[in-house]
């Protein structure tokens, strides 16, 4: 099976206030994003910046299957982790505008921003450096015997690197409690998943180590929130890694400074007409009578104004001093 299956509508069966809380949260990565955006444009985020539009559903579902306790670790394209975890919306704004009030001081930019308090481990610039670190803090979690799962995301581009085979080899040697999520958004940097892989399944990936592994619609968030949900409990119980490969999409370039020329713009907008994880999710939610429409003007006001509010609070705060420059550069 190479497509995941999609699921019949109406569904009444999850708890219409976390239904919502997944509406909301998915519009705050949109929003907050839509907003970095216009910031790069204006001068104001300097570097790389590798935006979430599109994705959204990915990571909010995993977020919500996860346990107190539970880490996760990324690569780039990190704003929407950061802000699922609960991260603080300015703080993630001023370290992508290079301000003293950010997460990593102002230092770490739109790639390399970290949360002890969220158990949020980066933000990685290296494609594919992430997988054998979250393998790693899954080993710590065995070595602890403290119960935590990691959640290790990388991409269908890192998916070809041969670390994440090395990193899937020890897992399933070790019985990890890792899940290693592939954001297959099909593209990777530029070139497509049918032109870069030799087989596209990538949630067979793991076969050759006898590691499990699931397709998911990755832009239906309740999908992913039950696969990821089944991911974490058989890695949980000490059976070891998981695989899920979320079939997701971006709007966006690979980062602001990607023309996207390798794709057209029709491919684009059926994907957004057909397939928008927010404006179905909507619909989805009104059609059973969990939102209603003034409620969803309600929301996208108050999250507008949030993300405003991050945004002045991170072209109002200071530049790092320049003592800071050494500071942090061991633990």
Known sequence: MSEPARREEPDQGLDPALAKKFYRDMLLIRRFEEKAGQLYGMGLIGGFCHLYIGQEAVVVGMQAALQPGDQ??????????????????????????????????GKGGSMHMFSVEQHFYGGHGIVGAQVPIGTGLAFSNKYKKNGAVCLTYFGDGAANQGQVYESFNMAELWKLPVVYVIENNQYAMGTSIERSSATRELYKRGASFDIPGEPVDGMDVEAVYEAGLRATEYVRSGKGPFILELKTYRYRGHSMSDPAKYRTREEVQEVREKRDPIEHYGARLMQRGSLREDEMKALDKEIRGIVNTAAEFATESPEPLSEELYTDVYA
Do not use: C, W
């Open 72 to 105: 996760v670790i990324t690569a780039y394209r990190d704003h929407g982790h950061m802000l699922a975890t609960g991260m603080d919306p300015k703080g993630v704004m001023a370290e992508l505008t290079g301000r003293a009030t950010g997460y990593s001081k």
